[in-house]
Structures are given as C-alpha cells and as structure tokens.
C-alpha cells in the first residue's frame, strides 16, 4: 500500500499566515516522506457559509496561487480543484448511505452551531453543514489517503472518517484505507492578532499575499498588554513571541526572549518580527506577482491536475459503483 498524504484549504476569504504554516509549509515539506502527495481546493466546502460566488472565485484563485507560490511541484504531486473531480461529490452520497445520523449528530462544528441557538437548535444549520464530515470523508477516502495532517481540532474529522470507512467496508467488502492523523502540536498552533487561533472566521488574521506595507500593519495590530519599554514582559502566551518562534532561527528566537527580559518595548518587537516574516515571504509575493496576472497557467495547472486525480478517482468510483449494485445489467 502506497503512503498517500492528503491535505485541503477551503477557499474562503484571504490566505493568511496561518494557512501558509499549519497547511501550505507543512504539507509540501511532508510530501518528500510520503509516495504520494494530494493538495486540493476545497470549493465546495467553502459555500457552506459563503453563498458570495465571486468572494468564493477570487479566494479559489488566490488559495492556487499560495501553494503555487510556496513551491508546491505540480508535476510530482496531485493538485486539484474539489469540484473539478465530481466523483468525490458521488463517493459522497454513498458513504451518506452508510453514515449513522447519531455520528454527525456528535461533530464538534454542528453542536457549536446548535449550542449558539435557543428556541430551535436547527435554526441556521443547513444540511452542508450537518453533513460537512461526509464530503471531507470523501475527500480522503476517494485517494485512500493514509496521512491526514490536521489540527488537534479536527481530529474528530479524521475519526469520522476511519468510522464512516469501517462501516463501508464492513457492509460490502474492504474497499477503504483508514486514514491517520498528523495532529498539529500545540506549539505549532499560530496565533491571530488577538491572541487567540488564526482564523478567517475570527477575523484575526495577518495575509499571507499581501504587500510589505499590509504586512506590516497586520502585524502591528496584535493586541499586547500596556506594559511600558523597559519593562520585562512575558514571552508565555505571547502572539508576538509566539508568531516569531514561527521564523526565526533558535539563535534569533533567543535572543528575543533575552530582549523580552530586558524590557524591549512592544514596537521594536513588532518590528523584529516584521523582519524575519517579512524575509521569508518576500520570495513567495515575488512568486505570487509573478504568476496572479496569469490566469490561463493557473487554470491550465489546475486542468492539467485535476485529469490526472480523475484517473485515479474513476478507477476507485467505478469499483464502488460494482460492490453496491451500481452496475451493467447482466
């Protein structure tokens, strides 16, 4: 059995910083580990809460061109848009079929949304999202991916998914991988501007595609406490620390924590951590200007992608469609 490792963006709203760290960076620098690797757009994910279509578009094609621009290799890897692969959506009905109600009624995003409601605990709640764990199980288990890189609040995800592919496999005959988990560590985590997980729907994001001048102002935004220069401050719990452990080399991260104990004053520490994000994303906005005025590479990288992951999910699909009883009549 091949190692396959399999991660998606949802492409809503901007690429930031935490995308590019918990996501981009990690995934591509895994893939030399693993036989095979698979990044995807995941669009049809993204209009369960974004019903804008040209915010959905734009963040498609800005979502391409952070991975293009990070140094994805679209010729040794699977890279996709979701919704150019429409058997993933048909392997999605089918595990549907098999899929306990009482299973999704446990995920972690719909009693969130649930808890959020009084009266009726459904209001709001449209079925993409009830069943949101079906399509992402879909996602894996079409490529029967073995690694799933994920954070730690997405492991029940990855469970789901293990469960929904033990279920098919026990109804008809072992036709699914179960995936593992790479759980993002806690130190991995990166933090928003205010303090808490980078995250669009938190609007506390520093942009990853942005210019030196938007860079620097998100940056200058994170939310500290009023302690004055001279003032030894805390590196424990601190986003701009924290975010510059990111970066920065162990050399520099220690020297910022002995500067931190000196009393160095919040502006100066924004401006070190400017520098050394700046020094690494300077090439990938080089990279990104290069290639977002072409829109005929992108859409061809991604054709190109998507007929060589559809080799691979018709194959699967059509073994599926044979077990359930989808099939020519004799």
Excluded at 67 to 80: M, N, T, V
Aim: with cysteine.
């Amino acid at each position: 059995m091949k190692k396959r490792i399999l991660t998606g963006i949802t492409t809503t709203g901007t690429p930031h910083i935490g995308n590019y760290l918990g996501a981009i960076k990690p995934a591509i620098k895994m893939a030399s580990e693993f036989d095979e690797s698979f990044y995807f757009l995941a669009d049809y994910h993204a209009i369960i809460k974004n019903s804008n279509s040209n915010e959905i578009g734009d963040s498609v094609k800005n979502v391409a061109l952070a991975w293009i621009a990070s140094g994805l290799d679209a010729e040794k890897s699977y890279f996709y848009r979701q919704s150019d692969v429409p058997e993933i959506l048909e392997l999605s009905w089918v595990l549907n079929c098999v899929t306990a109600k009482g299973l999704m009624n446990r995920s972690h995003a719909y009693k969130a949304a649930t808890a959020l409601n009084s009266k009726d605990e459904d209001k709001g709640i449209s079925m993409g999202l009830f069943s949101y764990p079906v399509l992402m199980a879909a996602d894996i288990l079409m490529f029967d991916a073995t690694h799933v890189p994920v954070g730690a609040d997405q492991n029940q995800h990855i469970e789901m998914t293990r469960d929904i592919a033990a279920r098919f496999n026990h109804t008809y005959k072992k036709s699914f991988e179960l995936p593992e988990a790479i759980i993002e560590s806690e130190k991995d985590v990166v933090l928003g501007i205010d303090g808490r997980k980078m995250s669009k729907s938190y609007g506390n994001i520093i942009p990853l595609l942005s210019t030196e001048k938007v860079l620097k102002k998100s940056i200058a935004k994170i939310v500290t406490n009023s302690l004055e220069p001279g003032e030894p401050k805390d590196i424990e719990g601190c986003s701009v620390y924290s975010l510059y452990s990111h970066f920065a080399s162990k050399e520099e991260l220690s020297e910022l924590a002995d500067d931190y104990k000196n009393g160095i004053s919040w502006g100066d520490a924004k401006n070190k951590l400017f520098t050394v994000v700046n020094n690494e994303l300077t090439p990938i906005r080089n990279r990104y200007e290069e290639f977002s005025s072409d829109s005929k590479y992108i859409n061809d990288l991604l054709h190109e992608g998507a007929t060589k992951t559809r080799v691979l999910a018709r194959e699967k699909i059509n073994s599926i469609r044979e077990l359930i009883g989808i099939k020519t009549i004799s």
